[in-house]
């Protein structure tokens, strides 16, 4: 519903420090959003794992609005890959969580080894 998922989701990622143009990108990009995930079981404890590693407000911003499918990772497999980067001296804060879309074996490969 509007007032049930659409508003406060909206709400959160303006708190988030998201403009009304990066909120719109982030629905286009990952409709789930809007009512396919728990505030408080899913979304917010996915940006408290990226603060833990150290991202900024303004980084999460521009990592969520411009891979918005991080929201639909698990928690686990998020921070297991950031521990992994983070381990191996690749962290970039600067790119995207693009890496997430690739598959263990392409991961592993691309990163573990290093």
């Known amino acids: ?15 988030l ?3 009304n143009s990066q909120v719109a990108k982030t629905i286009v990009k990952f409709p789930n959003l ?16 990226l603060l833990k590693y150290a991202f900024t407000d303004e980084q999460i911003v521009r990592v969520l609005s ?10 686990k497999r998020l921070a297991h890959r950031l521990s992994v980067l983070q381990a191996s ?4 804060k600067h790119t995207s969580c693009s890496f997430m879309s ?10 573990v080894s290093q």
């Open 1 to 15: 519903s509007l007032e049930g998922n659409l508003k406060p989701r909206v709400k959160w990622l303006r708190e």
């Open 17 to 19: 420090g998201m403009d």
């Open 34 to 49: 809007m009512g396919g995930y728990s505030l408080k079981e899913n979304l917010k404890p996915k940006v408290q794992t």
């Open 66 to 75: 411009t891979f918005p499918a991080c929201f639909g990772l698990s928690s």
């Open 89 to 92: 001296g690749v962290l970039n």
């Open 102 to 111: 690739l598959t263990d074996a392409k991961f592993a490969a691309r990163f």
